[in-house]
């Protein structure tokens, strides 16, 4: 397993942990929330752990729209703050051309943090959705070069035209691009990626599961949930991570 590393500055007092924002252009309340959110937040560094965006078919894409606006939030925030993001099952062809525009620096899934003297595993968790065997094939798949290479070769209408193609049929056989309701992280794994990183604690998103699941030795997996504020109830649960360690905050609570 490749693991990648992430350590904070000594200086910093709070880092923010939030996932499945799943932004898009139809969803405005979610969009405001998470903007407020943003520019708001007095978090030294905030880590989003993928599918920040319902869809994202490439770099392309910010030109115009709704993709520039949230594209432009990102530059502001960036500016002032660190801003980490690992690639989710939805927005994994987020490039270089956006994170050098907005200051967004690549976490590789999964992602060693150290902060506070304190050590996280970080993953979107898809990875972990063993069970699901045809959504791994696929996603063995799309992570490859030569997959992404001729995916993004494609015209911009051709591709958003596909990914809404993927996502009806991942609704229909739970394998495509957006199996966010998978059989959940497999226990087993969760414990042995752990043990190699030799982290505290496991913090995922993906299954919009939020919950903390006590694993052997004291360590817990943390689940974040998603965002919606576009129907009822509202709901945006994320992890604010201090010296004191991880608390569990619900932004859609009155
Ligand atoms: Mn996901």
Known sequence: MNIGHWRADAAWHRIDLLSDVHLHAGAPGTFEAWKRHLLRTPADAVLILGDLFEVWVGDDARDDGFERACTDVLRSVGRKKALGFMAGNRDFLLGTAMRRETGLRELPDPTLAQAFGQCLLLSHGDALCLADAAYQRFRAEVRTTA????????????????????????????????????????????????????????????????????????????????????????????????VKGLQDIDLAAP
């Open 147 to 242: 997959w992404q290479t001729a995916f993004l070769a494609l015209p911009l209408e051709e591709r958003r035209h596909r990914a809404r193609a993927m996502r009806d049929a991942s609704v229909q056989h739970q394998a495509g691009m957006a199996p966010d309701e998978c059989a959940d992280a497999d226990a087993a794994l969760a414990r042995a990626w752990l043990a190699e990183a030799r982290a505290d604690h496991l913090v995922h998103g993906h299954t919009h599961r939020p919950a903390t699941h006590p694993m052997p030795g004291g360590r817990t997996r943390w689940v974040l949930g998603d965002w919606n504020f576009d129907t009822l109830p509202h709901r945006a649960r994320m992890l604010v991570w201090t």
